[in-house]
């Protein structure tokens, strides 16, 4: 049976971040309900078999933010539904200000083993400034309620570059997450995304952002400080304890295949790209009129060569890069020679190495994939 993959996109939130473009709502919490029966019915109704999943992402929006009871029953309706591997990371995005011990108890109850908790930075002022609904001391509490409740596997978000940060700031916010101690860290550069209040904001000079030479030294310096903590920089963005990185991303760089089920949720199976429709009234209208495929949008059909390319730009993601012999061992040419007009041209603009066993970004190239990682590629 082939490994699979699943995320589930619960959209709703207490409040919209100023930099947030996912497809997420606040305000909405009579959808709540209504949307959790028609999540349950496009699992149950998958046709998905000969599948055994080791990996489940519970993600938004602010999935905390919603009752518990619904979590627990979404993840029993996938018991029931799929095999799922006994040591199967299940995650669950958290945020402060939404979660308490009673919740982080049903989660463990229903067998989620890895907490996912949104920090950005461990300055108020700064966490008021992008939107956030929570203090750094509020996070406090939520970190050590789940370390009570028994969690083992907590990754802690940070952000960088963001509106008036210094490198002192983020430094001490960096420090502060390392005395805690949680088996992974993610720290992500600040995107201003289109059609987002933190895009008007920058655009209308009510805020500045830090330079592209602030940022960049922002992120080495970090990159340098988790290092020396023993934190493996796995990913562009990822550093994690020995051994706990996190599958279901890694999966997913790894060309693997997962299912995706809510609003919005994207999907890759057969070599096939696929994603649910964003628009809420229209998903649980489809659904409550037994028309699910209507929800369905097909995003790309990929040939062979289109496989072969994305394996490598997803590979280049990781630190390790591009591993040769699984290339071949996955589509038999060798990478090197099949794009080598490619390769060299990004070997002489000093943005990847190339040793016997592997193809991987330079700093240079790190930097850049970093910074804007659409420009990379």
């Keep these: 049976m082939k490994e699979l993959g699943i995320y589930i996109h619960i959209p709703f939130c207490k409040s919209k971040c100023s930099y947030c473009d996912f497809t997420s709502f606040a305000n909405k919490e009579k959808t709540v309900e209504k949307y959790i029966e028609c999540l349950k019915k496009e699992i149950q109704k998958n046709k998905e078999d000969n599948?055994?999943?080791?990996?489940?992402?519970?993600?938004?929006?602010?999935?905390?933010?919603?009752?518990?009871?619904?979590?627990?029953?979404?993840?029993?309706?996938?018991?029931?539904?799929?095999?799922?591997?006994?040591?199967?990371?299940?995650?669950?995005?958290?945020?402060?200000?939404?979660?308490n011990k009673e919740k982080l108890k049903d989660y463990k109850k229903a067998g989620i083993s890895r907490i996912s908790i949104g920090l950005q930075s461990a300055n108020n002022k700064i966490l008021k400034q992008i939107g956030r609904i929570h203090t750094y001391e509020e996070f406090l509490n939520t970190y050590n309620l789940a370390r009570k409740v028994g969690f083992k596997n907590i990754n802690v978000d940070l952000m960088l570059a963001l509106p008036n940060q210094t490198l002192e700031?983020?430094?001490?916010?960096?420090?502060?997450?390392?005395?805690?101690?949680?088996?992974?860290?993610?720290?992500?550069?600040?995107?201003?995304?289109?059609?987002?209040?933190?895009?008007?904001?920058?655009?209308?000079?009510?805020?500045?952002?830090?330079?592209?030479?602030?940022?960049?030294?922002?992120?080495?310096?970090?990159?340098?400080?988790?290092?020396?903590?023993?934190?493996?920089?796995?990913?562009i963005s990822n550093f994690s304890k020995k051994g706990y990185e996190s599958k279901h991303n890694t999966n997913c760089w790894n060309q693997k295949e997962y299912l995706g089920f809510g609003l919005a949720a994207h999907s890759y199976i057969n070599n096939k790209r696929f994603c649910n429709t964003s628009d809420i009234e229209e998903y649980i209208k489809n659904i409550e009129n037994n028309n699910l495929k209507s929800n369905i949008q097909i995003c790309e059909i990929q040939n062979e060569?289109?496989?072969?390319?994305?394996?490598?730009?997803?590979?280049?993601?990781?630190?390790?890069?591009?591993?040769?012999?699984?290339?071949?061992?996955?589509?038999v040419d060798n990478?090197?020679?099949?794009?080598?007009?490619?390769?060299?041209?990004?070997?002489?603009?000093?943005?990847?190495?190339?040793?016997?066993?592997?193809?991987?970004?330079?700093?240079?190239?790190?930097?850049?994939?970093?910074?804007?990682?659409?420009?990379?590629?």
């Excluded at 060569?305 to 589509?331: H, M, P, S």
């Excluded at 990478?335 to 330079?362: A, S, W």
């Design 51 to 99: 599948c055994i999943v080791d990996t489940i992402y519970i993600g938004g929006g602010t999935p905390s933010f919603i009752d518990s009871k619904y979590i627990k029953e979404i993840v029993e309706i996938l018991k029931s539904k799929f095999e799922i591997k006994q040591e199967a990371e299940i995650t669950i995005e958290v945020n402060p200000g939404t979660v």
């Design 335 to 377: 990478p090197i020679y099949l794009y080598r007009k490619e390769l060299e041209k990004l070997v002489n603009e000093d943005l990847i190495e190339i040793d016997l066993n592997n193809i991987k970004l330079t700093n240079k190239g790190l930097d850049l994939a970093n910074l804007v990682w659409e420009e990379f590629v």
């Design 305 to 331: 060569e289109e496989k072969k390319k994305e394996y490598i730009l997803l590979a280049l993601r990781k630190i390790e890069g591009v591993n040769i012999q699984e290339f071949k061992n996955k589509f």
């Design 169 to 235: 700031e983020l430094e001490d916010s960096v420090e502060k997450v390392i005395k805690l101690n949680p088996e992974h860290i993610s720290i992500y550069s600040l995107i201003i995304e289109e059609g987002t209040k933190m895009e008007d904001l920058v655009n209308s000079q009510k805020i500045q952002l830090p330079s592209d030479e602030l940022e960049r030294k922002m992120y080495w310096d970090i990159k340098n400080k988790l290092e020396k903590n023993r934190y493996i920089h796995y990913e």
